[in-house]
């Protein structure tokens, strides 16, 4: 019996195993999220991993901190569309999705809204992952933004992949936020 490999099959075969992962992380969606993943490990962006639907509005800025130590946070008081105190820090991935930045909005100690600022290759990357997660999302008018309830609030997530000249967001926002801004509609 002859065990040897005809020679053609072999060079095929060591083909296929040098080519096919390049071809990968080049040509499919998958792959080039996870090129940009490494290199902005490499280049020393942080990720966060974050449960965005366990936001509340009892979470406090130390509160963040303790829980995400490593994340280099900077906060600013200041009135924003969402209350007196604005926590930012820069990100490389969010939950294994490319990314800018993660915003947090305060008000007093509570926190209001959070936004994250996302790379605009992966928009609908993000939009699967919401929907796995939370279900098939709302809308509540045509040209608005998709949403998903959340135990404490709303997320908003555009439901087209954001121009060239737009910023790509997902945006959560707490129930005493979305109460302030509808009690600010009625005056």
Known sequence: MDLRLNPFYKKSLMLAIVV???VWLVFTEDGQRRTDLAM???FGKGELNLAIEKLH???????????????ALVCDAGANPFGDQLCSAE???FNAIPARAFTLFLQGEGLRAAKLTYRRAYHGTLRQQLTRRFGKPNRRSLPGPLT???????LLLSHQKPKSDQEATLIWLSQLAIQRRLRAGDE
């Open 40 to 42: 902005l490990y490499l």
């Open 91 to 93: 990100l490389g991935a």
């Open 20 to 22: 096919g992962p390049i």
């Open 57 to 71: 509005s009892g979470m406090t800025e130390a509160r963040f901190r303790g829980l995400f130590p490593d994340l």
């Open 148 to 154: 998903w309830a959340v135990d404490d609030g709303l």
